[in-house]
């Protein structure tokens, strides 16, 4: 029965959209070489990507009622307009002060509705046992599309292009994401899979979520967005501090989030989900040890990003699945709203401080921060493993007795 529910051309076109709109995030990465060619820093860098944080947040609190009025579907399609009209801001303004700063504020709003929906598109069309690893699906095609924004913009550069280029090809690609989408609609229209009326946030579902065991996977996914937030908007000015070609990092961890949703997702999700998250949070501590100690290996760097799109992709994809399953009866929505919130705001928010970082202190200051996230995200999941041992060996005595 869960496997008639999941029809495959549905997920597929979801999958392919959501690959076309990430390039549009993805692109957002070049913004410190943008805005550098434009006499800015990386200070003024994060203060423009951080300028989605705010519509970003103010899009996933609304994101539920829009679904609830117009459908999940058609909502993520009107995004891609959002994604695209940024993406065609980017390209084409050429200062670097407050009309880039509303052209992220733009960003936030696509990148926000878009984010947030599609997990809760899967959930529509997915029986719960089946979540975790379309989830991974899902989150593989959206990692490959944010690392594809990079690698364009460094094809385009290679190619005596502007860098502005990558921006043009994030418009289009945004068009052509919304477009599928809003077929999408249409068929699960037709099917009937629309789910109507149970998408709304409200702050009594959010205390309730709060209470339950899907807080940890919101907390966890919001220190692993200030990771990613903080690690691939400023890559460029990492690689340049290390001598390194930007792509590779782009290129090793956008290979990994794929293969090892393909190959290896399929069987994290058959394991106990807190021991797979011990070994993919070690994962992730050990790949930011690694981008420390590098000092020229180009291979090294090459390697330490397929780790980390190894460990960081994976323990999004089974937290992703956790935030859901572990939602209290009848409010999954909520906590996948509530855990695209608590991203966004990671992903968003962290820039603003990783760039004064880097102008005030250098990359490396940056690096030991992302690094004492990953710390604390690994705490976290010994936490929630010792929380669980303390808690049978209580059931235990209580048979005993």
Known sequence: ??????????????????????????????????????GGDEALAGLIISAATVSTVIMVILSGHIADAIGSARAVAVSGLFLAASALGFAIIPSAGLSLMIVGFILGIGWGAFYTLGPILVAAIVEPVHRIRFFALLSGSMMSGIGAGPIIGRIATGWSMPIETAFVFAFLSSLAGGALYFLLHIRLTKAGKILPHVNKISFGATREVIASPAI???????????????????????????????????????SAAILSRLFVAGYVVKKDPLYSLLILTSLTLASILLFLMLISSQLAYLGGAAMLGLGYGLTYSVINGLAANEAPAGLMPQSLLLFSLAYIIGVFGFPLIAGNLIVSSGVQTMLYVVLMLAVLNFALVLFRIAQRATGANEASVLRRK
């Not at 392919?16 to 805005?35: E, Q, R």
């Not at 907390?219 to 691939?232: K, R, T, Y």
């Open 216 to 254: 940890y996977s919101i907390v966890m996914v919001g220190i692993g967005g200030a990771m990613f937030g903080g690690l691939s908007s400023f890559q460029t000015s990492y690689a340049k501090a290390h001598g390194f070609d930007y792509s590779l990092f782009f290129i090793g961890f956008m």
């Open 1 to 38: 029965m869960a496997r008639k529910k999941v029809d495959g051309g549905e997920f597929a076109v979801l999958c392919i959209g959501g690959f076309l709109l990430s390039i549009a995030y993805g692109v957002t990465f070049l913004i410190p070489v943008l805005v550098g060619q434009r």
